[in-house]
């Protein structure tokens, strides 16, 4: 079983920054995607950014040009760096990961979980 373990958040002002890791004990073979999301309270679970073993990444509109989603192999770790974060960012983000991408609906595909890690963002 694939095990995550987020780190990274915290909280910031409106304009700061903060990058989520999200260690990975193992990765078996059929897990070709990984991912970032988001849960505000009281709401449903929203995909962020995806990221395929191709590279291929895919954001959510309301972050684009703000996130980036990255990966290094060699130490099991994605990353989510953030910047110029707003108010309407603050929520719990999961990482993810499964056996494919689905960049149209923006999910995971036989998703494993993490805990969650909780940005805040506030002046």
């Known amino acids: 079983q694939v095990q995550l373990v987020e780190s990274g958040g915290g909280s910031v002002q409106p304009g700061g920054s903060l990058r989520l890791s999200c260690a990975t004990s193992?990765?078996?073979?059929?897990?070709?995607?990984m991912g970032w999301f988001r849960q505000i309270s009281g709401m449903s679970r929203e995909g962020v950014a995806l990221?395929?073993?191709?590279?291929?990444?895919t954001y959510a509109d309301s972050v684009k040009g703000r996130f980036t989603i990255s990966q290094d192999n060699a130490k099991n770790t994605l990353y989510l760096q953030m910047n110029n974060l707003q108010p309407e960012d603050t929520a719990m983000y999961y990482c993810?990961?499964?056996?494919?991408?689905?960049?149209?609906?923006?999910?995971?595909?036989?998703?494993?979980w993490g805990q969650g890690t909780q940005v805040t963002v506030s002046s």
């Open positions: 993810a990961a499964g056996r494919a991408c689905n960049t149209e609906s923006l999910t995971i595909l036989g998703t494993y």
């Open positions: 990221i395929g073993n191709d590279g291929r990444t």
């Open positions: 193992k990765r078996p073979v059929n897990t070709s995607c």
